[in-house]
């Protein structure tokens, strides 16, 4: 770690096989069993948002098809031969990678479509991986469109976009489209627990959770998130950096705050309120938090599979559903309703913390509503 050549954790932790990509299981299945029978498409389009695996799954399909270890493609290549370790430094003559991003126009295309006339040079397959598909101009793409029609066997294309809606209809439609999703929580918390251990670093997993959360299903940004914390923290990331230099707020915060809601804890609330002002707490920061907190005991208290929803671990859950049991339904809704209203005038006050003391009150004040079963019941007795 204290050496100068820190290499940061998504190369180094990109998947070399395709068992260690994390997430995509089904898509991962298929093209895995596609090499193994021999039934690669010409074209391929993998979408989804940044850092969810398009172009790692795109390259372990370059070295599936062309790995030199054994003589037709294979879903487990070596990641040793010649083949496999150039398509890993993107400097294999038969795999070519194109940025559409800086490389937007037909020149481009037109050169690539001249070079897919000819057979490999050494290994089994041309490959060319498009990154950012979709900034190709009009031109370009129906110059593609060109090759995609009357593929030579020897050629597989390989789309990549975040915007597949952006790529020519009929040159999507010459493609299998594989959209990527997002990453569950659960599993980026996972790789990062892995990832965090071999480095010897220690983060709780609190902290982790945390990492996951703010990445929104992107792996690629968990890692970097893991990287800053990492660089500001060393070995030793404890959950206030975590929180801090995440801009979120503390989970405890969270609970601690909604348990003296539901105890109507008017003073106690007072003093929290004091406490996170002297802790330097981005108290708009955390009504932000608190809606997302609110929301997530609505989730709990709605449905009975809420880890769906969630994307949290089932320790997780089981707390949120005993806080959540400590509210009518009806009155988590108004507590939303009530804390939405506020959260802008928050943020706008010169003095959000005594907008935020009086929003808090008045959750903990806020009359609690009888079901109308009860109503109805206590009417009859
Ligand atoms: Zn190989």
């Known amino acids: 770690m204290t050496d100068g050549n820190y290499q940061v954790l998504a190369r180094k932790w990109r998947p070399q096989k395709f068992d260690q990509v994390v997430g995509q299981s089904a898509i991962v299945r298929t093209l895995s069993n596609a090499l193994d029978q021999g039934r690669v498409a010409h074209a391929y389009c993998f979408s989804g948002i940044r850092g969810v695996g398009k172009t790692t799954i795109a390259r372990l399909v370059a070295k599936g098809l062309n790995c030199s270890k054994t003589d037709v ?23 070519v990678e194109l940025d559409a991003a800086s490389q937007t126009g037909v020149d481009s295309i037109r050169q690539l479509n001249e070079v897919a006339r000819y057979t490999p040079l050494r290994d089994r397959y041309r490959v ?5 598909t979709h900034m190709l101009s009009t031109n370009a793409f129906n110059a593609l469109l060109k090759t995609l029609e009357e593929p030579p066997p020897h050629v ?28 569950s929580q659960a599993e980026i918390t996972g790789q990062l627990q892995r990832i965090a251990s071999a480095e010897n670093v220690s983060v709780s997993d609190d902290g982790l959770a945390i990492v996951a959360i703010a990445a929104d299903g992107s792996l690629r ?25 995440l801009g979120m707020v503390d989970r405890e915060l969270l609970f601690g705050a909604t348990k003296l809601v ?22 708009h920061q955390f009504a ?79 009359p609690r509503l009888e079901p109308i079963e009860e109503l109805v019941s206590q009417l009859r007795s």
Do not use: W
């Not at 060319?128 to 950012?132: L, N, Q, S, T, V």
């Not at 940004?221 to 230099?245: H, N």
């Not at 539901?262 to 707490?281: H, P, R, S, W, Y």
């Open 73 to 95: 493609p294979t879903s487990e290549p070596c990641g040793e031969c010649t083949a496999c370790v150039e398509i890993e430094e993107s400097r294999n003559l038969d795999v």
């Open 128 to 132: 060319f991986i498009i990154d950012e």
């Open 156 to 183: 597989v294309f390989m789309l990549a976009t975040t915007e597949p809606h952006k790529i020519l209809p009929t040159v999507l439609s010459r493609c299998q489209h594989y959209p990527l999703g997002r990453i």
């Open 221 to 245: 940004d968990a890692q970097s998130l893991l990287d800053k914390l990492i660089a500001f923290g060393g070995d030793q990331v404890d959950d206030e950096t975590v929180a801090s230099l």
């Open 262 to 283: 539901a105890e109507q804890d008017l003073a106690g609330i007072l003093k929290f309120v004091n406490k996170m002002v002297e802790q330097g707490t981005d108290l």
């Open 288 to 366: 932000l938090g608190l809606l997302g907190h609110l929301r997530a005991l609505l989730v709990v208290a709605t449905i009975e599979k809420a880890g769906e929803i969630l994307h949290l671990p089932e320790n997780d859950l089981a707390r949120l559903r005993n806080q959540a049991a400590m509210f009518k339904i009806d009155d988590l809704d108004r507590a939303f309703a009530l804390l939405s209203g506020s959260e802008y005038t928050i943020k706008q006050s010169e003095v959000p913390r005594y907008q935020l003391e009086m929003v808090l009150c008045r959750l903990a004040r806020m």
